[in-house]
């Protein structure tokens, strides 16, 4: 069955820290990749997607990720982090089957506090 | 609608009473996702309507779970003889045409979800 891991559940850094979080998945056909934010009291919104092209997807608020289908990786990263980047962050996966897709699973979150 | 609309956005039920949520979607957007998330256990899928297809209902936990889509648009989901196991927050999400690679078709827009509390 398809499935998303995120293996860091917490992760404390303090502001100006680099971040990286580990996103696997298991399929072997053709994925659509998101990660999905969840800041304190608001809903689950888009951080960014890869559908295809390059591996290495810019979102917003300088965040990125790559693509390494060898890996089944779509690891999230940012160079710097700030207070504002505390929230849950949800890695997610679909399967593409000729332009038709099934449905989004999601990992099971892992929470970011940026000590300021 | 602007966004994606559930109610209610708080419920607290008794053990064995029956609940409905339910989700307005965005106008247009013909998929339609439920997820439940609860603490340490993520976003947990439960079912997905997409277009006219049958849904994908390979997620509810049991066969006290179910969900409707009336006329392409709004959703049910009811939980029958609740329990306190089935406390959690209930998401609702829609996007456009499912489909074309590169499209927003799989950008799925969230509700702000209905928390349930069976006591």
């Known amino acids: 069955a398809q499935s998303v891991s995120q293996h860091n559940h917490h992760v404390i850094l303090s502001e100006a820290a680099s971040l990286e979080l580990g996103c696997n998945y298991s399929?072997?056909?053709?994925?659509?990749l998101f990660w999905y934010v969840q800041y304190p009291g608001q809903h689950l919104q888009l951080l960014l997607k890869y559908f295809s092209g390059d591996p290495l997807v810019k979102g917003i608020k300088g965040f990125e990720a790559e693509f390494i289908k060898s890996k089944f990786s779509f690891n999230l990263r940012k160079p710097s982090v700030q207070w504002s980047d505390t929230a849950e962050y949800f890695c997610a996966v679909n399967a593409n089957y000729g332009g038709a897709t099934n449905k989004l699973i999601f990992g099971t979150g892992t929470l970011l506090a940026v000590q300021p | 609608g602007a966004g994606v609309s559930q109610s209610p956005s708080n419920k607290v039920t008794e053990k064995g009473k029956d609940v409905e949520l339910r989700c307005d979607p965005i106008?247009?957007?013909?998929?339609l996702y439920w997820y439940r998330q609860s603490l340490g256990q993520g976003l947990e899928f439960l079912i997905y309507?997409?277009?006219?297809?049958?849904?994908?209902k390979s997620g509810l936990p049991s066969d006290r779970f179910s969900a409707e889509r009336t006329g392409g648009s709004v959703s049910t989901l009811t939980i029958q003889r609740t329990q306190q196991e089935d406390s959690a927050v209930y998401l609702c999400?829609?996007?456009?045409?499912?489909?074309?690679?590169?499209?927003?078709?799989?950008?799925?827009?969230f509700g702000a979800g209905s928390r349930l509390t069976v006591l």
């Open positions: 309507f997409q277009g006219n297809s049958a849904p994908d």
């Open positions: 999400a829609s996007s456009p045409r499912s489909g074309a690679l590169g499209s927003g078709a799989n950008v799925l827009t």
């Open positions: 399929y072997g056909g053709t994925v659509n």
């Open positions: 106008s247009g957007h013909t998929a």
